[in-house]
């Protein structure tokens, strides 16, 4: 059952999930959809970890939707929604353990390995030109 509060933040956040969906990135609800994913993960993967915040909006959001125009692109995209896909987040937070949670943040991975990590902390206050080219160097070197 849930609370009011929690519907009136699954509407809130829905045109941040579509956001991205639009631009091709496939969500991940739930933590057996991390892990079928990830059991399956071939080539590369973005995997963005979604956030309601001010820097996920301006920032990181924008960011790797426009890092897509990148001659080189990873194979798949994938999100989990921080705050609200608690379950799907936390699993996959578990498939890269040596990276402190974070949100918003970017993991690109080779296949279940992860190559590239981009943390709140490179994404907050950093001009979103920064953050493309941050992406576009790793695409150009795993992808």
């Known amino acids: 059952m849930s609370t009011a509060y929690e519907e009136y933040m699954r509407q809130v956040v829905l045109p941040m999930r ?3 969906t639009d631009a091709g990135f496939q969500e991940l609800k739930t933590a057996d ?16 970890i979604n956030s309601v915040c001010g820097c996920a909006a301006g920032l990181a959001r924008p960011s790797a939707i426009y890092s897509l ?8 995209l994938v999100t ?13 937070r578990e498939k890269f353990p040596e990276y402190a949670p974070s ?6 991975l080779k296949g279940n390995e992860v190559v590239h990590f981009i943390p709140r902390e490179q994404i907050e206050g950093v001009e979103p030109e920064d953050i493309i080219r941050n992406l576009a ?6 992808c």
């Open 18 to 20: 579509k956001e991205l």
């Open 33 to 48: 959809e991390v892990d079928q994913y990830m059991g399956n993960a071939e080539g590369t993967t973005l995997v963005f």
């Open 69 to 76: 125009q990148h001659d080189r692109t990873p194979d798949q």
């Open 80 to 92: 989990v929604f921080a705050g609200q896909d608690r379950d799907a987040t936390a699993q996959m």
């Open 103 to 108: 949100s918003p943040s970017m993991a690109l």
């Open 137 to 142: 160097t790793a695409y150009n070197e795993h």
